[in-house]
């Protein structure tokens, strides 16, 4: 562990950061805000691994973060195709227009 | 207060206030900034967790490639939604209260962590050797490297089927 900081720490500061990712998610209104806060979530939770393989000396730790690295890759990808597909169709980025399958 | 007590709290606190620039900048591109400020106080997490392998595919595919890539689509959209509408939903109060709760309950949850395991660390380094026969071991992770592969060429193709401008004459 890193000398004078303890498990603990990281994993508040993990919390903190993924619930910021939340809130971003849950507040804003523009799409590409909502991809950079599940961003963050993915990283808090990225952290969170990393201290735990470090204090148990572990290997599975690193490679779930190195998978998870992978799946936000392809999920920035896809995620960002649909937002400028949707840009096309309809102007407008903001999530709160997307509504056309509400009841 | 040791420097590495010190390095951790500056790389938290630059991590912490870039995320929050992140969720309240009214700028898209600052938040694509910011974003980038907060992957790079992770990065440096990491390396503090003597993780430097980690690090680099932080700097290398976060930072270079996902974080710039949200960037060129801000620029693509940008016409759109003007800085200065709302940038808040409706249910911005209930979402905050939401987060609180969450918030809670994560801390709640990290305090029953059983405190200071005490840190047997074998070696310093990380063992980058065991991490990529892990990945190819048929014992190992294997199966879960090749789907992640098959996956991303799957996405990444999607990815230029949908955003394809559709043909003319439609």
Redesign the interface.
Known sequence: ????????????????????????V?????A??M???I??ML?AA??AF??F?????A??G??F???V??????????G??????V??NR??????MVSDLKG | MTLAQLIFLAAAAVTLVAAIMVVTSPRLIHAGLWLILSLAGIAVLFILLDNGFLAVVQVAIYIDAIAILIIIAVMLTRAVMSDADRQINRMGLAAAFASLILLAGLLAMVLQVPAASPAPLVEAEVNLDALGRALVDVDGFILPFEVASVMLVAALVGAILVAMAPARGD
């Open positions: 562990m890193i000398p004078g900081v303890s498990m603990i720490h990281i994993l508040i500061l993990s919390g903190v950061l993924f619930t910021l990712g939340a809130l971003g849950l507040i804003r209104r523009n590409i805000v991809f950079m806060s961003e963050l990283n990225n952290l990393v201290g393989a470090r204090s148990m000396g290997l599975s690193q490679v973060v190195f998978f690295i992978a799946v936000a890759a392809a999920e920035v990808a896809i960002l195709a649909l937002i400028v597909a840009y096309r102007g407008s980025i903001d999530v709160d």
